[in-house]
């Protein structure tokens, strides 16, 4: 009977674990899954702090709970109740002290429950917080020593840190009240079952076997709910980050995705007094904006800080999603074309420069797996990156390390902005993608790009003057509302914030001196 015990029990063991970490792989797999079609707007409501707490630690503490649950939530009320019910065939009598005990410990168990449920979820939150200073205090190390912040920094992320605490040890302290209480219960229901055993033994009752078979049906019900109560405390954490993690499964995107896929033909795009918000009840990030652009045709786009450059050509690969008017391809409204089929009609260079660890090329695939080798290398001479690639002892297998750290601000941009070329996209977008580079090399970049063959819509993002004086047309933004379109001489007459913006930039030193890095 031991043996089997043993087999038995290494057999659960076994696969209560490969249960357990098979379900938290498909999870971890469908949460990854479902993040992946939210929106920008989805994303910057949880914010990505939360997001990875859920997707690691979160579920990691679901798989600990069905492990444990599988292992030992099935067996203990068992026992429990076998013991209840031998007990019962001994002495009815005594079965009642049994049932008096049980019922008192499920009081207690459920009620801790109830209070630190809560207390889980809140704790689970803190975490979330100090997650996300750590993050942006890791990702911002440089700013915060070129300004001497360690001090404020180190003070916010100990204020959170100590909030954090002060939750755990609360929801510590009420779980902690869970052990000491079940041993109190447990032994007052040995003392009065001995108690009410040595007065039936004298009357001749019980035989003192009987008895002491009691007494070790109730310490097998001490050990296993010692043991449940230990594990509700796990499942109670389990339950709460399983709540979390649910309550982003059930979260839709806010974008609908249609089946329809984008014709592979030229591209023409025209915006259609769009409006954009991304609080309903705040003011519009973007207002009655309405233009077109033609296969082959540039558009540049010019405004301060914050008039909406970015998110005018967010919308065009529906990053975001218009409030009001629509954007249209081919005549069609962009939101009836599948997500897929239009982002790989569109080169995105964003404002900051992403790479990813690996290599040049692994990178440089990204829009095409399948690209050949001459591609790449004409996607680099035409992003000005053919000198630097020339540098570089391994080629298009230098390694790149995570952010491309080990490239200059400049060089990531050039990279970029080749991976972007890749697959020959119908419509190209340069969000602020020349800010790292000198004047030469983007007037060099822009020549290259008007002389591709096979004639995309190009956008051009900047806020100076020099790099969209040569576009086909100009947009000039100001506080979401497009003021001004046309032609670099067109603007320097009829548009007073373009002007003004030219004239600043023309009296600069460094203008003078031939450029800045």
């Known amino acids: 009977m031991a043996l089997l015990g043993l087999a038995a029990s290494v057999t659960a063991q076994y696969f209560a674990a490969r249960a357990a970490i098979g379900f938290s792989t498909g999870l971890r797999h469908d949460f990854f899954a ?9 994303l910057d409501h949880f914010g990505t702090s939360t997001l990875i707490t859920r997707i690691t630690g979160d579920i990691n503490q679901v798989q600990t709970g069905i492990n444990l649950g599988l292992r030992l939530l099935l067996r203990s009320p068992f026992v429990v109740f076998g013991a209840l019910i031998m007990a019962s065939s001994i002495d009815p009598g005594s079965a009642l002290v049994f049932g008096g005990v ?13 209070g630190t449920m809560p207390l889980q979820k809140k704790v689970r939150g803190g975490l979330d917080s100090v997650t996300a200073a750590t993050r942006e205090n890791l990702s911002g190390v440089r700013v915060i020593r070129a300004f001497v912040q360690e001090e404020n920094q180190g003070a916010r992320f100990n204020r959170l840190n100590r909030l954090l605490t002060k939750t755990q040890l609360l929801t510590g302290r009420l779980t902690a009240a869970m052990n000491p209480m079940t041993f109190l219960v447990l032994n007052a229901g040995i003392i009065i079952l001995i108690h009410n055993g040595a007065l039936k033994v004298d009357n001749g009752t019980l035989t003192q076997g009987q008895v002491i078979a009691l007494y070790n ?7 296993e709910l010692v043991k449940l109560a230990n594990l509700i405390v796990t499942l109670t954490k389990s339950a709460a980050c399983a709540r979390r993690v649910n309550d982003i ?76 008017g629509s954007v ?36 440089l695939l990204w829009r095409n797996p399948d690209a050949p080798e001459e591609e790449l290398l004409e996607a680099l001479d035409t992003a000005q990156a053919s000198e630097m690639f020339d540098t ?16 200059s601000g400049g060089q990531r941009q050039r990279l970029t902005i080749a991976r972007a070329l890749i697959g020959h996209p119908s419509v190209l977008i340069l969000d602020d993608s020349s800010s790292a580079l000198d004047y030469a090399t983007d007037a060099a970049l822009r020549r290259s790009l008007r002389a591709l063959s096979w004639k995309p819509v190009t956008f051009i993002v900047s806020q100076r003057t020099a790099s969209v004086r040569y576009a086909d047309r100009i ?8 003021i001004g379109q046309g032609t670099h001489e067109e603007l320097l007459e009829s548009c007073q914030v373009y002007r003004e913006i030219h004239e600043a930039q023309q009296e600069m030193p460094s203008d003078k001196k031939g450029g800045t890095r």
């Open 249 to 324: 499964l059930l979260t839709s995107s806010s974008q609908a995705n249609s089946e329809v896929s984008l014709p592979e033909r030229p591209v023409h795009l025209s915006f259609e007094d769009v409006s954009v918000r991304y609080n309903p009840t705040g003011d519009p990030s973007l207002e009655h904006v309405s233009f077109s652009a033609e296969p082959g045709e540039t558009i540049g786009i010019i405004g301060g800080t914050g008039s909406g450059k970015t998110t005018l050509v967010s919308l065009i690969p529906r990053f975001y999603d218009a409030s009001g």
């Open 102 to 114: 049980i019922l008192i410990l499920f009081l207690i168990v459920f009620g801790i429950i109830l």
């Open 34 to 42: 479902h993040i992946q079609t939210f929106s920008y707007a989805d």
């Open 392 to 407: 570089k002892g391994q080629g298009l297998d230098e390694p790149v390390a995570q952010g491309g750290a080990n490239f």
């Open 217 to 223: 049906y109730m310490g097998q019900i001490l050990v």
């Open 328 to 363: 249209k391809l081919n005549g069609r409204d962009i939101r009836e074309y599948s997500l897929a089929s239009l982002r790989k009609a569109i080169g995105i260079v964003p404002q900051q420069a992403v790479l990813f660890r690996g290599t040049i090329r692994s990178n």
């Open 475 to 482: 947009l000039v933004l100001d506080d979401g509302m497009c």
